[in-house]
C-alpha cells in the first residue's frame, strides 16, 4: 500500500513539474518542428526558400533599424 501511496506522490510531482514546463517544451516542439519544415523546403524549393529568408531578413533589419532611429529620436528631445 505504501508502494502505491509513494508511486502516486512522484506521479503527482511528475505531473506539476510537466504542467510548470509545458509552455516551454510547446515552444521547442515548435521550434523543432519549423527547423524540420525549413529544411524540408530548402530540399524542395532551395531558391524560393533562400528567397523568402533574404525578404524576411530585410524586413527585421528594416523594422530594428525603424525602431533604433524612432528611440534616438525620443532619447533627443
Do not use: I, N, Y
Given at each position: ?7 502516486a ?8 513539474v ?9 515552444a ?6 519549423l527547423?524540420?519544415?525549413?529544411g ?5 524549393a532551395?531558391q524560393?526558400?533562400?528567397?523568402l ?5 530585410c ?19
Amino acid at each position: 500500500m505504501e508502494f502505491l501511496l509513494l508511486w502516486a506522490d512522484d506521479l503527482d510531482d511528475a505531473l506539476g513539474v510537466l504542467r510548470h514546463f509545458a509552455s516551454r517544451l510547446l515552444a521547442l516542439l515548435a521550434t523543432l518542428a519549423l527547423l524540420s519544415a525549413t529544411g524540408f523546403a530548402l530540399l524542395l524549393a532551395p531558391q524560393l526558400v533562400l528567397g523568402l529568408f533574404a525578404v524576411t531578413l530585410c524586413a527585421f533589419l528594416a523594422e530594428f533599424a525603424r525602431r533604433r532611429l524612432r528611440s534616438g529620436r525620443a532619447r533627443d528631445r
